[in-house]
C-alpha cells in the first residue's frame, strides 16, 4: 500500500500574535491574516491531488480546512483526535506566565533533549500527544483515498513529525508537510 498525506497546521489566531498557549480547550477562531494565510495554503494544495480531507473539530482547524475544502472542491471528515494537544494548566496563558509559573517543565518542555514523558499540570504528555495523532493516521491507512489532506494543530503535529524523524522546530501556521506511507514503512519532510 502506498499513500501520501499533506499535513498542515491551521492558519493564525489572535491568540498565536499574543504568544498564548491556546492548546485543547482554547478554540480561537482564525483572524484576517489567518484566513489569507489559509487561502495561500489552498492554493498551494489545489494541484495535489488530494481526494479526502479530515480535520480538527476546533475553529482554526475548522476555518482551515473549510477554505482548502471549498477550493479543492473535496469535503471534509472531523477527527477530535486531530485536536492540539492538552496543555493542562498552561492554556490560556503568555509564553512568559507559562515559564514563570512552570520553570522546571517549561525548560524541560524546550530542552534539546525532549523528555516525551513531560506534561503540564493536568495535561498531555508529548507521547500522548504523539500517540493519539499517529492512531489517527494508523486508522487513516483504510481510507479509499491515495492522497489525504490533514489540518491539524502545532505541538500535536510537532510530535508526530517526532516519529519520522523530524525534530521539533519552529512551526509557522498554515506550515505544510509530506507524510508517505509504503509498504509498512513512514516517512516524512518539510514542505513549506
Same mark, same amino acid.
Given at each position: 500500500?502506498?499513500?501520501?498525506?499533506?499535513?498542515?497546521?491551521?492558519?493564525?489566531?489572535n491568540?498565536?500574535?499574543?504568544?498564548?498557549?491556546?492548546?485543547?480547550?482554547? #478554540?480561537?477562531?482564525?483572524?484576517?491574516? /489567518?484566513? *489569507?494565510?489559509? %487561502?495561500?495554503?489552498? !492554493?498551494?494544495? @489545489?494541484?495535489?491531488?488530494?481526494?479526502?480531507?479530515?480535520?480538527?473539530?476546533?475553529?482554526?482547524?475548522?476555518?482551515?480546512?473549510?477554505?482548502?475544502s471549498?477550493?479543492?472542491?473535496?469535503?471534509?471528515?472531523?477527527?477530535? #483526535?486531530?485536536?492540539?494537544?492538552?496543555? /493542562?494548566? *498552561?492554556?490560556? %496563558?503568555?509564553?512568559? !506566565?507559562?515559564? @514563570?509559573?512552570?520553570?522546571d517543565?517549561?525548560?524541560?518542555?524546550?530542552?534539546?533533549?525532549?523528555?516525551?514523558?513531560?506534561?503540564?499540570?493536568?495535561?498531555?504528555?508529548?507521547?500522548?500527544m504523539?500517540?493519539?495523532?499517529?492512531?489517527?493516521?494508523?486508522r487513516?491507512?483504510?481510507?479509499?483515498?491515495?492522497?489525504?489532506?490533514?489540518?491539524?494543530?502545532?505541538?500535536?503535529?510537532?510530535?508526530?513529525?517526532?516519529k519520522?524523524?523530524?525534530?521539533?522546530?519552529?512551526?509557522?501556521?498554515?506550515?505544510?508537510?509530506?507524510?508517505?506511507?509504503?509498504?509498512?514503512?513512514?516517512?516524512?519532510?518539510?514542505?513549506?
Open positions: 500500500m502506498y499513500k501520501i498525506f499533506y499535513l498542515f497546521r491551521h492558519g493564525e489566531t491568540y498565536n500574535i499574543e504568544k498564548r498557549w491556546q492548546g485543547c480547550s482554547i #478554540d480561537a477562531p482564525l483572524n484576517d491574516n /489567518g484566513m *489569507a494565510q489559509a %487561502r495561500l495554503l489552498a !492554493d498551494k494544495l @489545489q494541484d495535489l491531488g488530494i481526494k479526502e480531507l479530515y480535520s480538527s473539530r476546533l475553529k482554526r482547524a475548522v476555518q482551515t480546512a473549510g477554505i482548502v471549498e477550493k479543492l472542491n473535496v469535503p471534509i471528515n472531523y477527527i477530535t #483526535d486531530l485536536r492540539e494537544g492538552n496543555l /493542562g494548566q *498552561a492554556e490560556g %496563558r503568555i509564553y512568559s !506566565d507559562v515559564e @514563570q509559573m512552570f520553570p517543565i517549561f525548560q524541560a518542555w524546550y530542552s534539546p533533549e525532549n523528555d516525551m514523558n513531560i506534561s503540564f499540570p493536568d495535561g498531555e504528555t508529548k507521547q500522548q504523539q500517540d493519539r495523532m499517529f492512531n489517527v493516521f494508523q487513516l491507512l483504510k481510507s479509499d483515498a491515495d492522497i489525504v489532506g490533514v489540518c491539524s494543530h502545532g505541538s500535536s503535529i510537532r510530535y508526530l513529525l517526532m519520522f524523524g523530524i525534530m521539533p522546530h519552529r512551526m509557522p501556521n498554515t506550515a505544510l508537510y509530506k507524510i508517505i506511507y509504503d509498504s509498512g514503512q513512514w516517512s516524512a519532510e518539510k514542505l513549506f
